[in-house]
């Protein structure tokens, strides 16, 4: 599923950049956060992310068999939970809960922008896994699963992964075009939003996240996906962030920045 960066402080709340420093980008963390800190607020995020999606299915599935209002059930507490995180984590770590947003961030400071550096993706990448690995035995065992049972909910079919695309582009789109266009402080409606919409109009219902991914592999319940079909997932969700940067390049050109 999910994920993002942002931070909620308005532009005035914002101290001033020393004198020959790089001011950080709209909704990226403070400079002075530690990386423990950051690393921390990441796994915690992504396990609280996971908990909610995973979570949420249970009971859905436990209240009722109609499976549109188990998506409903499921989708719903996705976006006031996802909101929530990026509201709450977002000035500690850009909220991002999702390796393919850590990997855009770095490539776009790689490229001269602001953004994370080598060693911060190679210490939030983990978290992220970690996270959402935990996140999901934790639902498992509030409801009374099984710790660890692997899902066999088989989503291999090609459409499926074409949502994947589809929706993982759409975030990076989103979140990296509310950067370019200085309005990063709406991500936590806009992003919860998205995915939350997302869900039902793709047909894979918007993982979009590789360590969301992983975490729900480990589930065998409503949110659950086979671990053979981690890999065409995980594959289609890097495409789709490589897709979701050329569309912002292509749409947020320099100089055409918003009204």
Do not use: C
Request: a neutral charge; aromatic letters at 6%.
């Amino acid at each position: 599923m999910t994920a993002a960066e942002a931070a909620p402080t308005a532009e005035s709340a914002k101290p001033a950049a020393e004198p020959g420093s790089v001011a950080p980008a709209p909704g990226a963390a403070p400079p002075r956060t530690p990386l423990v800190a950051r690393a921390a607020a990441e796994l915690i995020g992504t396990a609280l992310l996971v908990a909610v999606v995973v979570g949420s299915g249970i009971q859905a599935t436990e209240l009722t068999k109609d499976v549109g209002l188990q998506l409903l059930a499921n989708s719903t507490a996705t976006v006031f939970g996802l909101g929530i995180l990026i509201l709450l984590l977002g000035p500690v770590s850009g909220a991002h809960f999702n390796p393919v947003v850590t990997l855009a961030e770095w490539w776009t400071a790689r490229r001269g922008g602001p953004g994370v550096t080598p060693r911060e993706v190679a210490v939030y990448v983990p978290a992220q896994i970690v996270g959402a690995i935990a996140g999901a035995i934790l639902a498992d065992a509030m409801f009374g699963e099984p710790l660890v049972k692997w899902s066999t909910h088989d989503r291999s079919a090609g459409h499926l992964l074409l949502g994947e695309v589809v929706a993982t582009a759409g975030l990076i789109l989103l979140i990296f075009g509310l950067a370019r266009a200085n309005r990063l402080q709406y991500a936590p409606v806009a992003v919860a939003s998205y995915i939350g919409a997302a869900y039902w109009f793709t047909s894979s219902t918007s993982f979009a996240n590789p360590a969301v991914t992983i975490g729900r592999a480990f589930t065998d319940t409503f949110a659950g996906i086979a671990p053979g079909s981690l890999a065409g997932f995980i594959g289609m969700q890097l495409v789709g962030g490589v897709v979701g940067l050329a569309l912002v390049a292509l749409i947020f050109m320099p100089g055409r920045s918003a009204e």
